[in-house]
């Protein structure tokens, strides 16, 4: 039994021995782009990786279209040596073409497959296009992708999208030479703010059919008015009571809430609903219609002599803020059937408006509530009020002060009690140097209603 079991060994390592062992590169040979009339090379080689030499044979292929170059088919292969063989493809028509060749060493027969394939098209294209976030302004946006062709033969293409939505793709079908692109353009109208995620159907030859992703964020073109300080949105300035002949400043916070850069203007509205150019709103209204002339006189009033806004007209970047100032400047206007007392006012209430320029609506907007929409989130209003009171101060002993008489080098002073006859407002009051006149205080303040 060991005798046995010793003689098994001695075999079984001859066999492990003697074993075949070849490696071919390439495991195939591939003619790419191959067109009739003209010959193709590619090589072959054998390499021997056992410990001892090998008989190798080689058998040509069957087609003529292929044909191995070796002066003789039987060789032998010393261990750890190579062998290069060509092989040689002469298509005489464009067709593809499959052949093989087989190497056989011993008992193992390798098969390398030849394969002769004719020019063909690789056609490629971009699977999204993004537009990213636009404005709702009616106008047309484009994109343009290409349809790249990395084969050696033409190639053709064909887009199609059967959705609802303003999108159209040109050329919709076409031919994309070797070796080079074609641009295709993808035009989308932003008629109204909405999210897009549509696709359109794309056939390109040689592949299986895929999809384009369009995708767009269309929203409003949005400006908005801000107080300054809290930061809130603003609807009205209250000016408040001002003197007749003197200025009041306030200011706002102008707001491009958009991507696009806007131009913007700002428009004085005449005969508004709730407007006041000047009326007494706390008089009754029979005395106020009783006196019609005077009502007359102020409705001829051009409001921008007594309101105004710098700036009235701008380009706004996207997002961007800019400070609008408001100055309010009532100017008396005389009643000639009363005199100007401590009751007489004048109230104003205006709208102003602030509206982007250029096109909003589009005649793609066929629904009445989203251009509604549109026009309300397109512009803004502004609602400005405040009254006009004159300024009454009653001087007491008078307007003119008479000083008793002095000698050179001496002075003579007399006591003047001013009131201020207005309820609303305080008076800031500062009297000019005069020569040989002195007052004392020169500058101060007197409450609504007080004296000093």
Request: charged letters at 25%; a neutral charge.
């Amino acid at each position: 039994m060991d005798t046995e079991r010793g003689s098994l060994v001695p075999r079984d390592l001859d066999s492990s021995k003697k074993e075949v062992q070849l490696r071919v590169t390439p495991s195939e040979l591939r003619f790419l782009d191959a067109v009739s009339k003209k010959v193709y090379r590619l090589p072959l080689t054998v390499h021997n990786l056992g410990r001892w030499n090998q008989k190798i044979r080689f058998q040509e292929p069957s087609k003529p279209q292929f044909k191995l170059l070796l002066s003789s088919l039987d060789k032998e292969l010393a261990s750890g040596l190579q062998m290069t063989a060509m092989v040689e493809y002469h298509p005489d028509k464009n067709e593809d073409m499959y052949d093989r060749i087989f190497i056989s060493a011993g008992n193992k027969v390798l098969e390398i497959p030849l394969i002769g394939l004719i020019p063909t098209c690789q056609l490629e294209i971009v699977p999204v296009v993004d537009f990213g976030t636009i404005v709702a302004n009616s106008k047309v946006h484009c994109k343009e992708i290409s349809i790249i062709n990395h084969g050696k033969a033409s190639g053709t293409f064909k887009t199609e999208y059967q959705g609802q939505l303003p999108i159209v793709i040109s050329p919709s079908s076409g031919t994309v030479k070797a070796k080079s692109s074609k641009v295709i353009k993808v035009d989308f109208c932003a008629d109204q703010s909405r999210f897009v995620d549509e696709v359109a159907r794309v056939s390109l030859q040689g592949r299986p059919d895929t999809f384009l992703n369009i995708k767009v964020r269309v929203v409003e073109q949005i400006i908005e008015l801000f107080n300054v300080n809290s930061k809130r949105k603003l609807e009205c300035i209250r000016f408040g009571s001002v003197f007749f002949g003197t200025s009041k400043l306030e200011h706002a916070l102008l707001f491009n809430n958009s991507p696009e850069t806007i131009n913007w203007v700002a428009i004085m509205q005449d005969d508004c609903v709730g407007e006041e150019l000047g009326a007494n709103i706390h008089q009754r209204t029979d005395i106020a219609l009783n006196n019609l002339p005077y009502l007359n006189k102020i409705k001829k009033i051009d409001m921008t002599d007594f309101i105004s806004c710098v700036p009235n007209e701008g380009t706004l970047l996207p997002y961007q803020k800019i400070i609008i100032t408001f100055c309010f400047s009532p100017k008396l206007v005389v009643d000639i059937k009363k005199d100007v007392g401590p009751s007489h006012r004048q109230d104003y209430a205006l709208f102003v408006r602030f509206d982007s320029v250029g096109s909003k609506d589009g005649f793609l907007r066929d629904d009445n509530s989203d251009t509604m929409k549109s026009n309300r989130l397109q512009k803004v209003e502004l609602a400005l009020t405040g009254s006009g009171l004159p300024v009454i101060l009653q001087f007491d002993p008078g307007k003119v002060l008479t000083f008793p008489p002095c000698f050179m080098g001496e002075y003579s002073d007399m006591l003047c009690i001013v009131r201020n006859h207005s309820i609303s407002l305080p008076v800031m009051y500062h009297f000019q140097r005069t020569a040989h006149f002195k007052m004392d205080p020169e500058r101060g303040k007197i409450d609504e209603g007080c004296i000093q």
